[in-house]
C-alpha cells in the first residue's frame, strides 16, 4: 500500500511539474512544439494595445433596413481592414446601429481609424484627372448580365448614381462621348490612389449615348468572378452611411504589454504567498491544496488559450476572483477534515467525510457564483462578457481541482504517513 | 461570537458607512470617468517627469479647461482629461507635439475617446445584468433552500454595493469601467461567501431541530468562522500583491475589490444572517 501509494504520488509530482514547466518555458520535441503560455494567451486590446472604435451610422432606417445598412457597412469595413493588412480584426455589429472595429498591434492607429470610418475614397477621373465622382455618389454596384457584341449575355457590372452623381455623369459622358480617340473617353475608377478598372465610354458612332438616367454599365471580357469583385470593390469604396465616431480607445503597445507583464507577475507572487499560508495553517492538507492551485492554473491558462478566449483587464480580476474561491474550496474542506480530526476520528475517516460533509456548501456556492458568471456572459457587453467567461472557466476549474484532485492526493498521503499523527493534518 | 445578540450594532456601523457615501454623493456627485461623461483621455508616459505648465502649454490648444494630472510611480506619466470630444486629427497632432518637445515614444501612448451616449448604455447593461443575474441565484437559493435565505443573500449582496459605492464616493474614486468590473466581483464573492454560511446554519437546523434559532445562527457562524477569515486572507494577498505590482490601471481595479471583500466577509457574518433570523423570527411571531 504504501510503496504503490508513493509510487502514484511521485508520478503525479512529475507529471504537475512537468506541465509547469513546459507552460513557463514551452517545449520542443522533434516536429512537436508548444509555446510558453504566457505567449499563447490572446490578449484583448487593452493589454497588447491597438485600437478600438465604435462607429455609429447616421441614419433614420429602422428595422429590417437598418439591418440590410449594417451588414452592408460591415462588409465593406472588413474589406478596408483587409486592405491595412492587420492579423485578426475582430468587427462587429453592436446593439441595432454600431459597428466596432478592433484591431491590434497597429503602429499608427489614428490613421487606421480615419481610413475605416471615411465615408468615400472611390473616385471616377476623367483623362483630364478631374474627378467627377466619388464612391458616395455610387448607390450600389452588381453584377448584371448582358448580350455582348457576339450576342452572348456576358456578366457586366452595373452601377446606380445618386443624383448629385447622375447629373455629373450626364454632364462629363455629354463632353467625353464625341470624342473620337479611345484614350480620351476613358473614366478612370480610382480605389485609394490605385486605378481598378479603366472603362471607354461607348463612341457615339458605335451607339452611345450620354449617361443621363445615372444607370452605367460596366463591360469587359469578365468572367462571373472578375465582375463580383470589381462590384465589391466599388460599393466598398463607398459606405452606405455616413459613420459618426463614438467611442475610441488607443493603447499603446508597451502600456498594454507592461499591465500584461506586471499582473502575471503578481499572479505568480500571490500564489506563492498563498502556498505559504497555506501550508502553515492546514500543514499536509495545505500542500496538497497548493498542488490542486498549480493544476488549477495551468487548467484555466490552457483552457483560456485554446478556447481562444481575449484576456482583458476585467478578465484578470474574475481569475483573480476564481483563484480566490479555489482556495475557499480547499479551505472549507480541510476545515470539515479538521472538525472531524477534533471528534476524535482516525485521519482517513476524517478526510472521508470531511469531503462528504463539505460537497453540499462547495456546490452550493460555486453553482450560485457560476450562474451569475453565466449571466453577464450572456447579458454583458465588453468588459461584462470578458468578466463573465473568466469566472465560469475559473469556477469550473476550481470545483474540478478541489473536489476530485485535492481528495485523492489526500487520500494517497494518508495511505503513506502515519495514521495516528494528526497534527500534521492541521488538528 | 454571539452575533445575533449585537446585531444591531454591526447593522449600525453599515449604516453609518453607507449614510456618509450618501452624504458624500448628494456633495460631490460621482467622480465619472470619460466612459461615463464623454470626451477625450490621453495617458502619456513619457519616462520623465513634464511639468503641468509645460504640459499645459501645448494641451491649451485643444481644450484650455482639459484637466492634466501626473500618475505613475515617479511622476512619469501624464493623465491629459478633457470633456470635449476632440478629433482624431486633434488627438494626433497633440501628441505629435509631446514628441516633439518632449521626446516621448508615440508607443507609451494611450487615448480614448466617448461619445457621451456610451456610458449611459454600458451602465444600463451592467445593471439589467446584475438584476437578471440576482435573481436568478433568489431562484438557486430559494430551490437549494429557502425563499428567505435567498432574501437575506440578497439583502447581504445590496449591502455589499452599496459599502463599495459609498467607498468611491468618498475616496473619490473614479466611476469607469473598472467600477463595473469591480461591482461584478463583489457579486460574485459576496454571494459564495453567504451561501457557505447559510449551509452551515442549513445543517445545524437538520441536526439540533430543537435549539434555539439564536444558537443554531451563533453555531453555524462560529463554526465558519476559521474557513470565512483563512478565505478572506488568500483573497486579500492576491489583491494587495496586484496593487502593489500591479500598473495604474490594475491599481483602480485592486483597491475598490479590496473593499469589497472585505464588506462581502463581513456582510457574510454580520449582516446576512441576523437578517434570516429577523425574517425567521418575523415569521414564527405572526404565525
Known amino acids: 500500500m504504501k510503496t504503490r501509494n508513493s509510487i502514484i504520488l511521485i508520478l503525479i509530482l512529475a507529471i504537475i511539474g512537468g506541465w509547469t514547466f513546459v507552460a513557463i518555458n514551452g517545449m520542443k520535441i522533434g516536429k512537436l512544439e508548444v509555446g510558453n503560455i504566457k505567449n499563447s494567451i490572446d490578449l484583448g486590446l487593452d493589454l497588447a494595445g491597438g485600437v478600438y472604435v465604435v462607429l455609429e451610422a447616421d441614419t433614420d432606417a429602422k428595422g429590417e433596413e437598418l439591418q440590410k445598412l449594417m451588414n452592408q457597412t460591415k462588409v465593406i469595413i472588413e474589406e478596408r481592414v483587409d486592405g491595412l493588412g492587420i492579423s485578426e480584426p475582430n468587427i462587429s455589429i453592436e446593439g441595432e446601429n454600431r459597428i466596432r472595429v478592433e484591431l491590434a498591434g497597429v503602429d499608427d492607429p489614428q490613421e487606421a481609424i480615419e481610413l475605416i470610418g471615411k465615408t468615400a475614397q472611390l473616385q471616377f477621373v476623367d483623362p483630364e484627372e478631374n474627378v467627377v465622382l466619388t464612391g458616395k455618389n455610387v448607390v450600389n454596384a452588381d453584377v448584371a448580365f448582358q448580350q455582348n457584341q457576339m450576342g452572348v449575355d456576358a456578366p457586366v457590372v452595373s452601377l446606380e448614381l445618386d443624383k448629385e452623381g447622375t447629373k455629373n455623369f450626364a454632364n462629363i459622358t455629354e463632353k467625353l462621348i464625341g470624342k473620337p480617340d479611345i484614350k480620351d473617353r476613358i473614366v478612370y475608377i480610382v480605389l485609394d490612389g490605385e486605378v481598378i478598372s479603366s472603362p471607354a465610354l461607348e463612341y457615339v458612332e458605335t451607339g452611345g449615348k450620354p449617361i443621363t438616367d445615372g444607370r452605367a454599365v460596366i463591360t469587359g471580357n469578365f468572367d462571373v468572378e472578375e465582375a463580383n469583385h470589381l462590384a465589391t470593390l466599388i460599393r466598398a469604396g463607398s459606405l452606405p452611411v455616413e459613420l459618426i465616431e463614438h467611442q475610441t480607445s488607443v493603447i499603446g503597445p508597451t502600456l498594454g504589454l507592461e499591465a500584461y507583464e506586471k499582473s502575471i507577475k503578481a499572479g505568480g507572487i500571490a500564489l506563492i504567498l498563498i502556498f505559504i499560508f497555506m501550508t502553515i495553517i492546514y500543514k499536509i492538507p495545505g500542500i496538497v491544496a497548493s498542488l490542486s492551485l498549480i493544476v488549477y492554473t495551468l487548467f484555466i491558462t490552457f483552457t483560456i488559450s485554446s478556447l481562444g478566449v481575449k484576456l482583458t483587464l476585467p478578465g484578470i480580476a474574475g481569475l483573480i476572483l476564481s483563484i480566490g474561491m479555489a482556495v475557499d474550496s480547499n479551505v472549507l474542506i480541510f476545515e470539515r477534515i479538521r472538525e472531524e480530526l477534533l471528534l476524535g476520528k482516525t485521519t482517513r475517516s476524517a478526510v472521508d467525510s470531511g469531503f462528504k460533509r463539505a460537497l453540499t456548501s462547495v456546490i452550493d456556492s460555486n453553482i450560485t457564483t457560476l450562474i451569475a458568471g453565466i449571466v453577464l456572459y450572456y447579458f454583458g457587453i465588453g468588459p461584462i462578457k470578458g468578466f463573465g467567461i473568466t469566472l465560469i472557466i475559473g469556477i469550473i476549474a476550481s470545483m474540478i481541482t478541489s473536489i476530485f484532485l485535492s481528495k485523492y492526493l489526500l487520500g494517497l498521503i494518508v495511505g503513506i504517513t502515519n495514521n495516528k499523527n494528526k497534527k500534521i493534518y492541521g488538528a | ?287
Open chain 2, 1 to 287: 461570537m454571539d452575533i445575533i445578540k449585537n446585531k444591531k450594532i454591526y447593522l449600525m456601523i453599515s449604516l453609518i458607512i453607507i449614510a456618509l457615501g450618501l452624504v458624500m454623493f448628494i456633495i460631490n456627485g460621482f467622480n465619472y470617468g470619460i466612459e461615463f461623461t464623454g470626451g477625450t483621455l490621453i495617458q502619456i508616459n513619457a519616462g520623465k517627469f513634464i511639468s503641468v505648465d509645460e504640459a499645459k502649454n501645448i494641451v491649451k490648444e485643444f481644450d484650455e479647461n482639459a484637466s492634466i494630472i501626473h500618475g505613475g510611480s515617479n511622476k512619469e506619466e501624464l493623465i491629459i482629461k478633457s470633456t470635449k470630444d476632440l478629433s482624431n486629427n486633434d488627438v494626433n497632432r497633440l501628441i505629435d507635439k509631446f514628441q516633439k518637445e518632449h521626446k516621448i515614444n508615440k508607443k507609451s501612448v494611450q487615448a480614448e475617446k466617448v461619445g457621451p451616449s456610451m456610458g449611459k448604455e454600458i451602465k444600463n447593461k451592467a445593471i439589467l445584468s446584475i438584476l437578471i443575474s440576482t435573481i436568478a441565484m433568489l431562484i438557486y437559493i430559494t430551490f437549494r433552500f429557502e425563499f428567505k435565505f435567498g432574501l437575506a443573500a440578497v439583502i447581504a449582496l445590496a449591502h455589499d454595493m452599496l459599502i463599495t459605492i459609498s467607498v468611491y464616493t468618498i475616496f473619490k474614486l473614479p466611476v469607469n469601467s473598472s467600477f463595473i468590473a469591480a461591482i461584478l466581483t463583489i457579486l460574485g464573492y459576496s454571494i459564495n461567501d453567504t451561501i457557505v454560511i447559510f449551509d452551515r446554519i442549513r445543517e445545524e437546523l437538520r441536526l439540533n431541530p430543537k435549539e434555539s434559532l439564536d444558537n443554531v445562527v451563533n453555531n453555524g457562524i462560529n463554526h465558519c468562522l476559521r474557513r470565512t477569515i483563512n478565505t478572506t486572507i488568500t483573497t486579500i494577498i492576491a489583491l494587495v500583491v496586484l496593487y502593489i505590482v500591479g500598473v495604474e490601471d490594475v491599481k483602480i481595479l485592486a483597491l475598490p475589490l479590496l473593499v469589497g471583500i472585505i464588506s462581502g466577509t463581513y456582510s457574510s457574518i454580520f449582516i446576512a444572517s441576523p437578517v434570516w433570523y429577523d425574517l425567521k423570527k418575523y415569521k414564527r411571531k405572526t404565525a
